[in-house]
């Protein structure tokens, strides 16, 4: 029974990947994701810190504390993305702290198979323009709901950042965006796991509708202009110091 069950939805996953290279979705979408990061295991993966250094970081971030939420949405088109975080706060209590919001935008466009990054890297801004690099997508067979789509599972190693990410994406939405720099997948990528839990990124809501303004691009564009490439080693350079003095290198950046 379940592998017949499995062969169906092979079957309907191969429909569906043909759909999503010759009729992309033609509808217009905003979709809300609830990121939820763990500073606990963010550390507890690092294989440069020490345990005991762990330990005490785990005593001075367990419980509720450990946690933090945020909202990030993501708009869709046929043959276009456009991901940033969101206005609306996901929780009243910050313990304290204020959260500045800081610049970041990401643009694909699936038609010409280039993307459009705006973006604070350690204090200063950079537009990232190049070419769309796909992850190296392992795909699964197992299948759950996520914002009430049926969703099949793939897996992929971030070799850079030393991350083990699954996604979740919707096998009736062909659509090849999703939240963060995530897409390539034959269905919209509704869910993403990063490191078992490190950061967890939800879709909560989605709503179809049609776009006056929102994928509209600013004439003019604050930061320095560089290309993937360039912006990898930026990233390197800097895990690599973090590493040297064993301090967190995701302090300061973005996890994911």
């Known amino acids: 029974m379940r592998a017949s069950f499995i062969a169906i939805t092979l079957v309907f996953l191969s429909t569906c990947v043909g759909i999503g290279q010759q009729a992309p979705v033609q509808a217009e979408g905003k979709i809300r994701y609830l990121l939820t990061h763990n500073w606990t295991k963010k550390y507890a993966g690092l294989d ?12 001075m971030w367990g419980g509720s504390r450990s946690e933090w939420k945020e909202y990030a949405d993501l708009y869709i088109t046929p043959m276009a993305s456009k991901y940033e975080e969101s206005d609306e706060k996901a929780e009243d209590d910050d313990y304290g702290y204020s959260w500045r919001k800081e610049t970041f935008v990401l643009r694909k466009n699936f038609e010409t ?5 705006h973006i604070e890297f350690l204090g200063k801004k950079y537009v990232i323009e190049d070419s769309i690099q796909v992850q190296d997508w392992k795909i699964l067979n197992d299948l759950k709901e996520v914002a009430g789509h049926v ?6 190693e971030d070799t850079l950042k030393q991350q083990t990410v699954e996604v979740w994406f919707a096998l009736d939405i062909p659509h090849s965006g999703g939240p963060e720099q995530l897409c390539g997948l034959p269905g919209l990528i509704l869910e993403a796991n990063i490191n078992n839990g490190a950061l967890l990124i939800e879709a909560q809501k989605i709503d179809w509708m049609t776009f006056t303004n929102e994928m509209d691009e600013p004439k003019k564009m604050k930061g ?11 990233l390197k350079k800097h895990i690599e ?3 040297k003095n064993e301090e967190p290198w ?6 994911f």
Do not use: P
């Open 151 to 156: 969703c099949m599972n793939a897996v992929w």
């Open 224 to 234: 320095k202009r560089i290309n993937e490439a360039a912006y990898n080693e930026l």
């Open 113 to 117: 198979g280039m993307f459009k990054d």
């Open 241 to 243: 110091e973090k590493k």
């Open 250 to 255: 995701f302090w300061g950046i973005r996890y």
């Open 48 to 59: 440069y810190i020490s345990q005991q250094r762990k330990e005490r970081n785990a005593y």
